[in-house]
């Protein structure tokens, strides 16, 4: 079997692959490519409950041309028959499926799937270990914003330890040359997190004035058995709330990879602030999982 391109996280690709994504999907977003996907078929397969994620692979998909096919794993011999991964793969691909798209709360999972799949796999979030095209569109979001990343500070803050996303994100930033400083309590934010180029720190407030972008993370409840800590304590360290957003500097913006708590890691006027940059993310994610299945399908430059 020859090994395809797959996608599970931001190291598959060089620097010269992630200029070439961000490059073409500017490039789609000026102008719709046409169906580079003709006859190509996907499959999207998710374990975990996704909204965005979901429907943006799907309508880059069809906004492609490809055939698209959405399987509900409730429904796949996987769950109900006992076929295995790897036979599920074998299967999937002797039908001449050219894409995976895959979802599990298993980490290393889609990896599994890409070692015996005979086509792309794309890593769409595997448990709390990367989420590539999530990061990569938040990416995109920031270079849209700033152009050079080099030296701007970007703060991820609150529950880094179970993010898949902070966890591909923070890879990719700290690439492109951004002062990464991650912020949050020990228990979602273990000091061996510092390293080159990426800083840890608890003091919510004494970042805000410093950050260029600040990302707000989702407490990942469903991936650790008790809140570390009472809601209360949480939101007054780490909420973003009006009094903490009229210290950032005016330029400053705010993101989220969604779905975001309302009263929990932000309050409702951060949703009025004029830096809030999320619908942008959810905008861009179609045209940077557009440049992702043309890379892996049609190649690169
Ligand atoms: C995230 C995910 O599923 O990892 N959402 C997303 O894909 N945009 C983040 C989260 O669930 O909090």
């Given at each position: 079997m020859r090994i395809r391109r797959s996608l599970l996280d931001l190291d598959d690709l060089d620097a010269d692959e992630l200029a070439y994504i961000f490059e073409r999907t500017a490039a789609f977003e000026r102008k719709p490519p046409g169906p580079l996907l003709k006859g190509v078929a996907c499959v999207n397969v998710f374990f975990e409950a996704s909204t965005r994620t979901f429907t943006s692979f799907n309508l880059a998909q069809l906004r492609l041309g490809a055939?698209?096919?959405?399987?509900?794993?409730?429904?796949?011999?996987?769950?109900?028959?006992?076929?295995?991964?790897?036979?599920?793969?074998?299967?999937?691909?002797?039908?001449?499926?050219?894409?995976?798209?895959?979802?599990?709360?298993?980490?290393?999972?889609?990896?599994?799937?890409?070692?015996?799949?005979?086509?792309?796999?794309?890593?769409?979030?595997?448990?709390?270990?990367?989420?590539?095209?999530?990061?990569?569109?938040?990416?995109?979001t920031l270079i849209d914003e700033f152009r050079n990343l080099a030296n701007r500070t970007v703060a991820i803050v609150g529950d880094v330890e179970h993010s898949r996303v902070a966890h591909s994100t923070i890879r990719g930033l700290h690439r492109l040359g951004a002062k990464v400083v991650l912020v949050g309590p020990e228990s979602f934010l273990p000091a061996g997190y510092a390293r080159e180029g990426v800083v840890v720190e608890r003091d919510f407030?004494?970042?805000?004035?410093?950050?260029?972008?600040?990302v707000l993370l989702r407490i990942q409840r469903e991936r650790f058995a008790e809140m570390p800590m009472t809601d209360e304590e949480y939101i007054a360290g780490y909420r973003l709330d009006e009094r903490r957003l009229q210290t950032l500097r005016p330029e400053a913006i705010v993101m989220h990879p969604g779905p975001y708590n309302r009263g929990m890691e932000l309050d409702e006027s951060v949703l009025d602030y004029a830096g809030w940059r999320y619908l942008k993310q959810v905008r861009n994610g179609v045209c940077i999982r557009m440049a992702v299945l043309d890379f892996l399908v049609n190649g690169g430059r």
């Open positions: 055939d698209v096919i959405n399987l509900s794993p409730r429904d796949l011999s996987l769950s109900t028959k006992g076929e295995t991964v790897e036979d599920t793969a074998v299967t999937l691909a002797a039908m001449g499926i050219g894409v995976l798209v895959v979802r599990h709360p298993e980490v290393g999972f889609p990896q599994r799937v890409a070692m015996c799949f005979d086509g792309h796999v794309v890593n769409a979030g595997d448990g709390g270990h990367a989420h590539p095209t999530q990061a990569l569109l938040d990416i995109y407030d004494a970042i805000l004035p410093h950050a260029d972008a600040v």
